[in-house]
């Protein structure tokens, strides 16, 4: 048997897999990916709304206002 006959059967096995390969997603991917688009949203809008809300949450624990971040920022590190 010759080199060349011992690798064509590679060779179609390769090319059947890149066919395999080359449908379009299922709608189980663009599910996914809007979940994942729309949690990255959240929480970074979380993260930007902080400094709108952080004189509420001062005033609503009667702490500084470092030591309000400071609880907060911990708080958010320790969730995400």
Same mark, same amino acid.
């Given at each position: 048997m010759s080199s060349e006959e011992r690798v064509q059967p590679a060779r179609k096995c390769i090319q059947q897999s890149h066919s395999h390969h080359s449908t379009q997603d299922g !709608?189980?991917?663009?599910?996914?990916?809007?979940?994942?688009?729309? !949690?990255?949203?959240?929480? =970074? =809008?979380?993260?930007? !709304?902080?400094?709108?809300?952080?004189?509420?949450?001062?005033?609503?624990? =009667?702490?500084t206002r470092q030591q309000t971040g400071e609880y907060f920022v911990n708080y958010q590190g320790e969730k995400l």
């Amino acid at each position: 048997m010759s080199s060349e006959e011992r690798v064509q059967p590679a060779r179609k096995c390769i090319q059947q897999s890149h066919s395999h390969h080359s449908t379009q997603d299922g !709608s189980w991917a663009w599910l996914v990916l809007f979940i994942a688009w729309f !949690s990255n949203l959240v929480v =970074g =809008g979380i993260g930007l !709304s902080f400094p709108v809300v952080l004189p509420a949450l001062r005033d609503y624990f =009667g702490k500084t206002r470092q030591q309000t971040g400071e609880y907060f920022v911990n708080y958010q590190g320790e969730k995400l």
